[in-house]
């Protein structure tokens, strides 16, 4: 198993703000991810986070909207830039650790007004 | 594109009974399928894989091809098995990436 720490659990936010989402992994990681989940939808890959480089983001997501980074193997931060009603979601990091397992964070649930 | 149904959003039984979730995916090839289950007020975690062929928890699912449907059974429900069930796919060489369905709540009454 692994300890995955996201911060904050939760935030409510100003139109036009952007906020920064931390994920911390307490164990040797060899790829993370950020996950969306809006209301009432599924949950939806944001982009993979790579360690020293570009997050590879997936359709629909945009590094200026989204903005990653990884500076080591065990962390990792999402910013959500000039947030928006409609960006109101629960945010979770995933990892995937040496052993080939998967696991999630217990997700950053935010709520834009 | 490659997608994940789950056409119940909620199901509802009672204790001791039989409990199937549906999950029909679209995708052509050989993917990797899983259930992940989310206990109220806990993290979403791994139910089973579907290369696992093993039951856990009482649960079992199996892939069926031809149908497309990786659907979950339970003989016996319990009121613990109460939480929200997510199936996935993920498609070869995709590097742990997964598709997710939409969710299906299932609320076993005692």
């Known amino acids: 198993s692994a300890v995955i720490s996201q911060k904050p659990s939760r935030d409510i936010c100003q139109r036009g703000t952007s906020l920064t989402i931390q994920c911390q992994v307490d164990s040797q990681v060899t790829m993370m991810f950020w996950y969306r989940q809006q209301p009432g939808q599924s949950l939806t890959l944001i982009a993979t986070a790579n360690q020293g480089s570009e997050a590879t983001y997936e359709s629909g997501f945009v590094i200026d909207k989204f903005p990653i980074s990884r500076p080591n193997l065990t962390f990792s931060t999402l910013t959500v830039s000039n947030m928006s009603p409609e960006d109101s979601s629960i945010y979770l990091c995933?990892?995937?650790?040496?052993?080939?397992?998967?696991?999630f964070g217990e997700g950053s649930r935010l709520t834009v007004l | 594109a490659q997608r994940v149904t789950q056409p119940e959003k909620l199901l509802s039984v009672f204790k001791g009974a039989p409990v199937e979730l549906k999950c029909n995916y679209s995708?052509?090839?050989?993917?990797?399928l899983f259930w992940y289950v989310q206990y109220s007020r806990q993290r979403l975690q791994l139910l089973l894989r579907h290369i696992s062929r093993e039951s856990i928890k009482g649960f079992t699912a199996d892939l069926n091809k031809g149908e497309t449907s990786f659907h979950l059974k339970k003989p016996f429900a319990q009121e613990e098995d109460s939480a929200m069930y997510y199936c996935a796919l993920s498609l070869p060489d995709s590097s742990y990436k997964l598709i997710f369905g939409s969710g299906t709540r299932l609320l076993v009454r005692p």
């Open positions: 995933s990892v995937v650790l040496n052993t080939g397992e998967l696991f």
């Open positions: 995708y052509s090839g050989s993917p990797e």
